[in-house]
């Protein structure tokens, strides 16, 4: 079983920035596709970023393309979301997700088998 646990939310102005961080436990780092993924009251679960097991490939939501940066740290077992350039539509919970297996739909919530609690961020204009 895979437990995944997000820090680094809170609430930040308009052009600022946040690090998010996501820490797995219970398999190894290496085997999991990871991604990240944000939800607003009443809506659906949205893509964000997706970076495969050695961090080779990355994919952004075109609406952070540019603005958000993920990588990994396999000594740290995390995954982190740099987010600069932060926007009031930017607020949400964001999740950290994992799947033990490459997937080519990497921005559908079914792909993947573990999720973190959610972090909150809130983004003030």
């Known amino acids: 079983q895979v437990q995944l646990v997000e820090s680094g939310g809170g609430l930040v102005q308009a052009g600022g920035s946040l690090r998010l961080s996501c820490a797995a436990s219970?398999?190894?780092?290496?085997?999991?596709?990871m991604a990240w993924f944000r939800q607003t009251p009443g809506n659906d679960r949205q893509f964000v970023a997706a970076?495969?097991?050695?961090?080779?490939?990355?994919y952004y939501a075109e609406s952070v393309k540019a603005r958000f940066t993920i990588s990994r740290e396999p000594a740290q077992n995390t995954v982190y979301l740099q987010m600069n350039s932060l926007k009031p539509e930017d607020t949400a919970v964001y999740y950290c997700?994992?799947?033990?297996?490459?997937?080519?739909?990497?921005?559908?919530?079914?792909?993947?088998?573990?999720w973190g609690q959610g972090t909150q961020v809130t983004v003030s204009s």
């Open positions: 970076i495969t097991f050695t961090g080779g490939d990355i």
């Open positions: 219970g398999r190894t780092f290496s085997s999991l596709f």
């Open positions: 997700a994992a799947v033990p297996m490459a997937t080519f739909y990497y921005s559908d919530v079914k792909s993947y088998d573990y």
